[in-house]
């Protein structure tokens, strides 16, 4: 309900009226919202009040826009924190959400000085190369390539690929994934990437390259992931050093 006597500015009460009806339900993810003109129209206000309404929820995610069409209501970001190795699977479903994989391909290849050296292998060793989508609840969330060692995965397959690795490596070979490191960079979607994620090419993405390692010490994977950034952000609680 838009008060025009309150102190608070009326594009401020339109955000929170739309805030309002996107949590309750009453205007689903992926839903188009009214137009500026019926906004107008219902709480006889400015056009120019709504468009700084919408624009403002649009800047802070709740919103996007598709030219042409109208403006929509965005999918509620998924939070990672950064504290703690899990899986892609173990993660979402820790949210309530059913993760799935769509696997692009699984081939074998040779690997070069850079993943050699990731995964304290020979140049040249061959290893498994896995290409798939990673998804919750059916919406696409990253698109990865995972490179693993073939002698500590042995026997993985496609169908086991598009399950969870981690869970495989653990229980078949009696190890336990035990850290990882990630570096995380900023950046667009290149063509394949936003084909892959269904998105439009030059969308934000976030890169993030994780290298896990067994509780031997020894190097298992190399992930190398492109994350919707309209669908993913992190988290990271800091203590401030001494």
């Known amino acids: 309900m838009i008060q025009k006597k309150s102190p ?3 594009y401020y009460q339109l955000e929170e009226t739309i805030k309002q009806s996107i ?8 839903e188009m919202i009214p137009s500026e003109r019926e906004y107008t129209e219902k709480y006889q206000i400015s056009r120019m009040t709504v468009r700084q309404a919408i624009s403002n929820l649009v800047n802070d995610g709740y919103l996007y826009r598709q030219r042409g069409k109208g403006t929509f209501v965005s999918h509620q970001k998924l939070d990672q924190p950064l504290q703690g190795l899990t899986s892609f699977s173990e993660d979402m479903r820790l949210r309530g959400l059913e993760p799935s994989t769509r696997v692009i391909s699984f081939t074998e290849v040779k690997a070069d000085q850079d993943l050699a050296a990731k995964l304290e292998v020979e140049a040249g060793t061959t290893i498994f190369e896995l290409k798939r989508i990673r998804l919750a609840d059916r919406l696409p969330m990253a698109y990865e390539k995972l490179y693993i060692s073939k002698e500590l995965a042995f026997g993985l397959t496609e169908e086991i690929a598009a399950t969870s690795i981690y869970s495989y490596v653990e229980k078949t070979f009696g190890v336990k994934i035990q850290h990882g490191r990630q570096v995380i960079e900023a950046s667009i979607a290149q063509k394949r990437e936003a084909e892959m994620l269904e998105i439009a090419e030059g969308s934000p993405v976030m890169l993030i390259e994780r290298r896990s390692t067994l509780d031997t010490k020894k190097p298992l994977e190399v992930v190398r992931s492109v994350y919707r950034a309209d669908r993913y952000k992190l988290t990271i609680n800091l203590d401030r050093l001494s």
């Open 8 to 10: 608070l500015p009326i």
């Open 23 to 30: 949590q309750k339900h009453e205007i689903k993810p992926g």
